[in-house]
Each structure stands twice: as C-alpha cells, then as structure tokens.
C-alpha cells in the first residue's frame, strides 16, 4: 500500500534550543504538510528516514492520520525552542566604550522577559513616572551612566521601554534618566551592597 520515500539527502535534523529562526520554522510547518513527522515531542530530533507516503496529497505521522494532528505535534515539540528563541530575540547594543545594553518592556510578556532577564544582567534599571498614587511605566527615556571618575560609560542612549540592563564592571555610578525635559539623578554601586 504505502511506499517509503527515499530520503537520502537529510536523514536527521535536530533543531537546537538556542536559535531558530522563523524562517525554519515557517520550513518546517511547510515540510509537516507534505512529509509528516514522527517522535518530534519526545526527542525534537526529525527523522526523515521514518516517514511513510501514502499519496501525493496526504502524509501521516504514525499513529496521526490527519495533517493537523502533525502541524500540533510539531507546535508542541518547537515550544521550548521558540520560548529560547524569544529569550534571544532582546536586541544587544555596545557603546565605544564597550558596554553592552538592552532595552525593551512595552507588553506584559516582554515585561516579563526582561524582569527575567534581569537577573543575569549586573545593573537593570527600570522606569516609570508617578501619576497620583500610581507609578506608570515610561519609555523613551534618555540614559546616561558615568563611572565613579565621571567619564560616561553609556551617553544618552535612549531606552525602548521601561527596562534597561547594561552590563557594567562592579564600581560605583552616577545614573542620569532624562524624560520630558526633567533629570533624575541616582547612585548605584554594581557588584557591591547598594542598590544596582
């Protein structure tokens, strides 16, 4: 009844946790259609060499006869990818003087993202403005971070949300955060007790 296809070209693909870009993903949600899938849930590994054709129209995935069934199984087996992929989509900027920021927040998932993130960064700083009783996050917001000697380590770079994270070397800094013409000042001390 079926016969198997040769598939000598690619015999394994194993998709890695760290980068898949959604072209690939848009490749693979394609190739689900005509070739079917098998172990993609439990391994993450597509073996090419497993999969049946039963017509020009319609593959199956053992145990799946339905193309949709395979497009949810492989969603399912691509959702820890793409939650890496998304951890790794934060854009990096350097200054001259090396120092390696990333900014963002706008939306309850990136907020959450770079709540995370901030862990791993040694300064985050995050904004907002007190409206009334409540603090309302703010965006664009002008940056600038000098070193205890006073040479600026990050110079007005703007912040494309109300986070920032920089990873600055321990020490003491003067933080200056510029929003609708008005500045506030503050230390931090990084890698020390203070606040970072």
Same mark, same amino acid.
Do not use: K
């Given at each position: 009844m079926g016969r198997?296809?040769?598939?000598?070209?690619?015999?394994?693909?194993?998709?890695?946790?760290r980068a898949l870009p959604m072209a690939s993903l848009r490749h693979l949600l394609s190739v689900n259609r005509s070739v079917g899938l098998q172990r993609a849930a439990r391994q993450q590994i597509f073996d090419m060499s497993n999969i049946h054709h039963q017509s020009a129209r319609r593959a199956t995935l053992r145990g799946m006869p339905h193309p949709i069934g395979a497009a949810v199984l492989a969603m399912a087996a691509l959702l820890p990818s793409l939650r890496a992929y998304a951890a790794e989509a934060v854009p990096l900027h350097a200054t001259p003087e090396g120092v390696v920021f990333a900014s963002g927040g706008i939306g309850t998932d990136e907020s959450a993202l770079m709540r995370r993130l901030a862990r791993e960064w040694p300064a985050s700083f995050e904004f907002a403005v007190r409206d009334g009783s409540r603090n309302q996050y703010a965006a664009d917001v002008v940056v600038t971070v000098r070193s205890a000697s006073g040479r600026p380590v990050l110079s007005d770079v703007r912040a494309q949300g109300p986070f920032m994270l920089a990873r600055l070397a321990p020490g003491l800094y003067q933080v200056e955060a510029t929003l609708g @013409?008005?500045?506030?000042?503050?230390?931090?001390?990084? @890698?020390?007790?203070g606040p970072s």
């Amino acid at each position: 009844m079926g016969r198997q296809v040769n598939t000598s070209v690619c015999a394994r693909t194993t998709i890695s946790r760290r980068a898949l870009p959604m072209a690939s993903l848009r490749h693979l949600l394609s190739v689900n259609r005509s070739v079917g899938l098998q172990r993609a849930a439990r391994q993450q590994i597509f073996d090419m060499s497993n999969i049946h054709h039963q017509s020009a129209r319609r593959a199956t995935l053992r145990g799946m006869p339905h193309p949709i069934g395979a497009a949810v199984l492989a969603m399912a087996a691509l959702l820890p990818s793409l939650r890496a992929y998304a951890a790794e989509a934060v854009p990096l900027h350097a200054t001259p003087e090396g120092v390696v920021f990333a900014s963002g927040g706008i939306g309850t998932d990136e907020s959450a993202l770079m709540r995370r993130l901030a862990r791993e960064w040694p300064a985050s700083f995050e904004f907002a403005v007190r409206d009334g009783s409540r603090n309302q996050y703010a965006a664009d917001v002008v940056v600038t971070v000098r070193s205890a000697s006073g040479r600026p380590v990050l110079s007005d770079v703007r912040a494309q949300g109300p986070f920032m994270l920089a990873r600055l070397a321990p020490g003491l800094y003067q933080v200056e955060a510029t929003l609708g @013409g008005r500045t506030l000042r503050q230390r931090i001390d990084v @890698g020390g007790q203070g606040p970072s």
